[in-house]
């Protein structure tokens, strides 16, 4: 109960941090487009008062307006291409690192999903074999039982007879067990 517990909460920050990192992304994505439209539209601005300025009557300038237009033109929209070139890749990047995020917290919600889904009874009976007196004992017969017990403790020979009694019952073992267990103390 406690292990799914345990589980639920890894999932839960896992999720409430991919949740926060994608919200950051998200955030910064819009930012960075703002910023380009600003920078638009003040070099648009600044286009127009430019233009306004070669255009005024009397200017030195407005011989060469025509041909400075054009170039200021060219020069305003390289910068408007460069600048959407530079919110699609950073949109890119945002977008690739977002995946990777959610892969990888996938990832790891996956492997301790899995570490937590293994059925109790498999760790019980692997803490029960790894202290048990006598390995491998529900597979064995009573003459194997029977073989083994000349080897343990008395404490050893209770905790034998508790689980048989529990388990298998098998008479023969019990009293063969309680023999030992007089005999010994």
Same mark, same amino acid.
Do not use: C
């Given at each position: 109960?406690?292990?799914?517990?345990?589980?639920?909460?890894?999932?839960?920050?896992?999720?409430?941090?991919?949740?926060?990192?994608?919200?950051?992304?998200?955030?910064?994505?819009?930012?960075? =487009?703002? !910023? *380009?439209?600003?920078? &638009? #539209?003040? %070099? @648009? +601005?600044?286009?127009?008062? /430019?233009? $306004?300025?070669?255009?005024?009557?009397?200017?030195?300038?407005?011989?060469?307006?025509?041909?400075?237009?054009?170039?200021?033109?060219?020069?305003?929209?390289?910068?408007?291409?460069?600048?959407?070139?530079?919110?699609?890749?950073?949109?890119?990047?945002? =977008?690739? !690192? *977002?995946?990777?995020? &959610? #892969?990888? %917290? @996938? +990832?790891?919600?996956?492997? /301790?999903? $899995?570490?937590?889904?293994?059925?109790?009874?498999?760790?019980?009976?692997?803490?029960?074999?790894?202290?048990?007196?006598?390995?491998?004992?529900?597979?064995?017969?009573?003459?194997?039982?029977?073989?083994?017990?000349?080897?343990?403790?008395?404490?050893?020979?209770?905790?034998?007879?508790?689980?048989?009694?529990?388990?298998?019952?098998?008479?023969?073992?019990?009293? $063969?067990?309680?023999?030992?267990?007089?005999?010994?103390?």
């Amino acid at each position: 109960m406690m292990d799914r517990n345990a589980s639920g909460g890894l999932e839960h920050e896992a999720r409430g941090a991919q949740e926060e990192w994608l919200g950051a992304m998200r955030s910064l994505a819009e930012r960075i =487009q703002k !910023q *380009q439209e600003l920078s &638009q #539209q003040m %070099t @648009q +601005e600044l286009i127009n008062t /430019y233009m $306004q300025l070669l255009n005024t009557p009397g200017s030195y300038l407005s011989g060469q307006a025509e041909q400075q237009q054009q170039t200021l033109q060219q020069t305003a929209q390289q910068w408007m291409e460069q600048a959407q070139q530079q919110q699609q890749s950073f949109q890119q990047q945002a =977008q690739q !690192q *977002q995946q990777s995020f &959610q #892969q990888m %917290t @996938q +990832e790891v919600v996956s492997t /301790y999903s $899995q570490l937590f889904n293994i059925p109790i009874s498999y760790a019980k009976e692997g803490i029960k074999d790894a202290r048990f007196p006598i390995e491998g004992y529900d597979d064995l017969t009573v003459e194997e039982v029977n073989a083994r017990l000349g080897l343990l403790s008395a404490e050893d020979l209770r905790e034998v007879r508790d689980y048989e009694e529990r388990n298998k019952n098998r008479e023969t073992i019990l009293e $063969q067990l309680d023999r030992r267990i007089r005999g010994g103390s």
